[in-house]
Structure formats: C-alpha cells, structure tokens
C-alpha cells in the first residue's frame, strides 16, 4: 500500500476538496499508480476488479480534463464515453462521477436498456461531457442518430472481462470503429486471458499497464471458507450464518449468490417466511425493482439480498459483511467477483462458498483460478468429511488428468442436480 496521500497528486482544487470531504486521505494502489500517468494523457491498460477503487482512478483524472478545458460541446456529441456491461454498474459509474464531480461544472446521462429512451434521447440533444452506456442500447441509439461518438476525447471501458463473458465482443467493436483515432483510451478487467488482450491491442496506444491483482488488495482481506455438505442442507446452513449475522453486535448486510434467477426467487421467499427479510435480484426484474430492492437492502430494511452473478455487478454497498455462495459459479472468474462484494475499501468481510457433491469440479476450477486452496470450514452440523476427502484427493490428480471429475464417491443420501443457466 502506498503512502502518498492524495495531497501530493496534482490534481485540481475541486477534486481535492470533494477528497477530503469524502474523507478519502491516502489512494489505493490502483489510484496511485494510474492518476499521474492518466493526468499525462496516456492511455491505459488496468488489471483490476471493483473494490480496488478503480472507479476513482479513471474519474478524477477525467473530471480533472473536463474542468481544466470546459468546451462547447455539439448536440448528440459527448466528450468521455464509459462503457460498462450492466446497467447497475453504468449506474455506479455515474453516481461516482456525480459525487466526485460534486465541485466541477460539467454534464452527465446514463444510457442504458430496460427503461424507457426518450429522456436519454433528450438528454443527448444538447450534447454531454460525460456518457456513461451499456453497449446494446448506446449502439440502438447510435443507429438511430440520437447519439454521435466523433468528438469523445476520452474513452473508457470498464469490466471488459464481464463485458465479454456477456457476449458484447462485436458490440464493443462497432463502438470502438466509430470513437475517432485521437482520444485517450482506459481498458480495466479483472482478468487478462489472451482474448482480452488481443482486444485490448486493437483499442489502446503504447498504453501503460497497471496491475492489482486480487491477491494484494481485496481478497487477502476476505476470510473465504468453504463448507461440504449435502444440497438439501444448504438452507438450514445459510439460516444458521444469518442468525449469527443478526445476533451479532455490529449489523452488517449479506448477500447470497445463486446460480438461477428461478432459485434466486425461491430462496429469498422462504428465507421471509423463515422471517429473515432477504429480497433477491436478477435480470428478470424491471430497473425499478431492481433499485427499490438495491435500496432497501442498502438501508438495511432487508439485510439479506439474493443475487445472481449479472444483477450483482456493480452493487457497491459498503456494509456487506458476508457473501454466501449458495451455489458455486460455474465460471471460476465469477467467484473473485462476487466475493468482491464484500472486504470494500478496506473493510474485513467473509466469504463462505456451500460446496455440494455436483459442484466439486466449479470448486477446482475457482482453486485453480485463485491459485490457493479455500480453507474448508466444518465447524456445522452438516458437514460431509467424504466430500471434503474427495475434493482434496482429486486436487492432486486434477492437473494430470482430463478437466472431467470422474464419479465423486456419493455420500450422506445426497440427491445428483445440475445447475441451470442463469
Ligand atoms: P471501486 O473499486 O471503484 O468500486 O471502489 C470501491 C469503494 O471504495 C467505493 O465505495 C469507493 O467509494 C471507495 N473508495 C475509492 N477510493 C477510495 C480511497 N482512496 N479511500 C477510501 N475509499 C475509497
């Protein structure tokens, strides 16, 4: 962790101000690094996941761009276009922009599907400095000329790896051609696998890179375990940690993963009728529940919210002190995350990941991934030592042989499922 405080950047006098009054005094590593090279003009390749601050990190040089050069700007036109993969996450962009902005004279809309266009359409008439846009409906409005991308001076594009795993490859590309050639460009992902950084060569100049990797920052902070047991016991396990969170002197918010939007709904329903007051949130609800649920769980009138991976992107809730993988991810990237959510700016949070019989094979492909093995946790009444034995036999031989595996000894009358998409 460095030790600069923000002070000793040179940033402007409004930043500095919105700064202390935040009470932010020291940048995080990702904000130390990228601020200086960002307020030189570089462009940026960023290894980083949310939680390291890097939000921060690419508004403030660009807020600092906007009030040091005000400029007229074109109808339809913008001068800063952020594309991020969900609209919770386009959300959180702007909402950092506008509180970070709080003390520059500068314009802002959001551009996103789900709700309706006419008020972003006017809202682009006269022109804005900053854009923050899913892809699909920024592209929707482009092809119906409400939206011009020739002037953007500055380009960001935010969770490229999430952005992908969603299928925008092509979407991100047709932006890209129509962004003109002199513009300075950020790239951030969580993770670089090569179809990233192939993209990433197409977009940036002699960019410099910055890395924070999830074991220096976020996670080192998270107590992550995992538990073995049976999937019917899923449920009295996750009651039994949200009592222990309710008892518990400072209150603090939890959020439960599933892998279905279906047992998303089912859960959060007899988690209430158990009287835990738990919401859940998922693409299948309207913008507006989405936010009302956000909200609430926020206030801490619903402490527990049940997510599916895509609606939890770019909840940045501070107080989350727990995040239960219900269900593992079936893509291992998932995992870093989610257990994200929680340990934010610094805060000491717990991830407890329910392992079934069926999920063996995600949790070996997260190990992998996180090159460390999770620490199992059988302090509970339904812990299965033969799963827990399975798992870390086939641990040793996963490397030599095929990504299959095999036919986990079956144990404790436990039932064979499958998980579905999301
Ligand atoms: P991000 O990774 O951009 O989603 O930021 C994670 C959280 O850290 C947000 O709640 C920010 O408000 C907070 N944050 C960002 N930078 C700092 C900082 N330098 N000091 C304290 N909190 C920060």
């Not at 953007?152 to 962004?179: H, N, P, Q, S, T």
């Not at 007899?270 to 949130?281: E, R």
Request: proline share 6%; hydrophobic share 40%.
């Amino acid at each position: 962790m460095t030790s600069t405080p923000f002070e000793a950047l040179p940033l402007a006098a409004p930043l500095h101000r919105v700064l202390r009054e935040l009470e932010y005094t020291t940048p995080s590593p990702i904000q130390a690094q990228a601020i200086p090279l960002l307020l030189q003009g570089r462009d940026l390749m960023g290894c980083a996941q949310t939680g390291t601050g890097k939000t921060a990190g690419f508004a403030l040089p660009i807020l600092q761009a906007l009030h040091e050069q005000p400029r007229q700007i074109r109808s339809r036109c913008c001068r800063t276009l952020v594309l991020a993969p969900t609209r919770e996450l386009a959300a959180q962009v702007g909402k950092s922009f506008t509180t970070y902005g709080r003390y520059v004279r500068f314009s802002q809309t959001l551009v996103y599907g789900g709700v309706g266009q006419v008020p972003q359409v006017n809202a682009m008439r006269r022109g804005v400095d900053v854009l923050v846009a899913t892809p699909g409906r920024l592209l929707d409005l482009i092809d119906q000329r409400h939206i011009d991308l020739s002037q953007v001076e500055f380009f960001v594009l935010d969770e490229v790896d999430r952005m992908l795993d969603m299928g925008f490859l092509r979407d991100v590309k047709r932006i890209v051609a129509l962004l003109p050639a002199k513009r300075q460009s950020l790239f951030f992902s969580a993770t670089l696998a090569p179809n990233i950084v192939e993209l990433a060569r197409t977009i940036l100049r002699e960019p410099a890179h910055v890395s924070i990797t999830p074991e220096t920052t976020t996670a080192e902070k998270i107590d992550q375990q995992v538990c073995f047991l049976a999937r019917d016991s899923k449920r009295p396990l996750l009651e039994q940690l949200l009592r222990a969170q309710a008892n518990a002197t400072e209150q603090k918010l939890t959020i439960v993963f599933s892998r279905t939007k279906h047992g998303a709904n089912k859960l959060a329903k007899s988690l209430c009728a158990s009287g835990f007051p738990a919401d859940a949130i998922h693409g299948n609800k309207s913008q507006a529940q989405r936010e009302k649920a956000l909200d609430r769980f926020k206030k801490g009138l619903t402490p527990v919210l049940v997510a599916t991976d895509v609606a939890a992107r770019g909840v940045d809730v501070r107080d989350i002190g727990l995040v239960v993988n219900f269900d593992l991810p079936n893509e291992p990237e998932a995992y870093v995350h989610r257990i994200g959510r929680t340990a934010r700016a610094g805060a000491e949070g717990r991830a407890v990941s329910f392992c079934s019989e069926d999920e063996l094979e995600y949790l070996r492909e997260i190990e992998k991934i996180i090159k460390m093995p999770i620490p199992r946790w059988d302090a509970h009444d339904w812990h299965i030592e033969a799963l827990a034995d399975h798992h870390s036999r086939g641990k040793f031989s996963a490397a030599a042989k095929s990504k299959s595996p095999g036919s986990p000894r079956r144990s404790g009358g436990q039932r064979r499922s499958h998980g579905r998409g999301r």
